[in-house]
């Protein structure tokens, strides 16, 4: 069952509810966080928090618990909900307010907590691969907000999803204003060249996933070579190997693109050997 918690309380879901004068709502001001947990423990607790705190200050808005407080919140929403394993969303809005832009009308953030189940993908896709395209949709330009800030306005990546689900697939590649590539709607992206690792660095205006330093690390103990390097579209075609990583997809093979076959059109060997890696570390912190 799932479990939420509403400004530090423990209330059921059909009580969870927040105004519609909430900025988070009216304006999609807020910040938030999207973690897993495994045996009941959360996984890189810390870092998400710290990811949400530097979003917050980013955007001038002052969380109101300390980061010790809200990590015990979130430990006691996993734990009420029952579940083993599951998804937690944390977020972090700037809170009732008037009708108008203006975040001073909002004297109190708001802070939700979420413990639920979450499959985002089909367990056949895990296996044989995915499918995805490349999307028209570019990412939001750098210098109008930083990529860094997960903010609660997701219209740029939701609407290169819905040109994936008119293309018949789950996601979608996004290219930078300079039309390199970036980063997927939800997913960071790897690819494997001549067994070379190589992933998109911060400057093609990508959100450092947790998942996804977890993986370069991963990647580094296995003495997997390694570059964040820019990406076009030419490298996503040439690869012999590519997945996504995320919090909710973890590890997935990408096994065609735009209708071209990655490789051998199956998952290779550095996705396998890293998923398992992954899979094992996860398990180890439970």
Excluded: W
């Amino acid at each position: 069952m799932s479990a939420i918690f509403l400004n530090g309380e423990l209330v059921p879901r059909e009580r969870a509810v927040v105004s519609v004068y909430d900025h988070g709502l009216l304006y999609g001001d807020g910040v938030f966080e999207g973690l897993r947990f495994y045996g009941g423990k959360v996984f890189k607790l810390r870092e998400h928090l710290d990811r949400l705190e530097e979003s917050a200050r980013h955007i001038h808005l002052v969380i109101p618990s300390t980061m010790d407080a809200l990590a015990r919140d979130v430990e006691a929403c996993v734990k009420a909900c029952g579940m083993a394993d599951g998804y937690v969303r944390l977020v972090v809005t700037r809170g009732v307010g008037n009708l108008g832009l203006d975040p001073r009308s909002c004297p109190r953030p708001q802070v939700i907590i979420i413990a639920d189940a979450i499959s985002l993908y089909p367990a056949e896709m895990y296996e044989k691969g995915m499918e995805i395209v490349t999307a028209s949709t570019i990412r939001n330009h750098p210098n109008a907000l930083s990529p860094r800030v997960k903010s609660l306005n997701y219209l740029n990546n939701i609407m290169a999803k819905l040109e994936a689900a008119r293309a018949g697939v789950p996601e979608a590649i996004m290219l930078n204003h300079v039309g390199e590539v970036a980063e997927c709607t939800a997913d960071n992206i790897f690819v494997v060249e001549r067994g070379r690792l190589r992933t998109p660095p911060r400057s093609a205006g990508i959100l450092a996933g947790i998942t996804r330093a977890t993986v370069i690390d991963l990647a580094r103990q296995a003495s997997v070579p390694f570059a964040e390097e820019t990406l076009t579209r030419h490298d996503i075609f040439a690869a012999s190997e590519m997945f996504l990583t995320g919090t909710g997809a973890e590890i997935i093979p990408v096994t065609k693109v735009d209708g071209r076959p990655i490789g051998d059109g199956s998952p290779g060997p550095v996705t396998r050997l890293l998923r398992g890696k992954y899979h094992e570390l996860v398990r180890s912190v439970a």
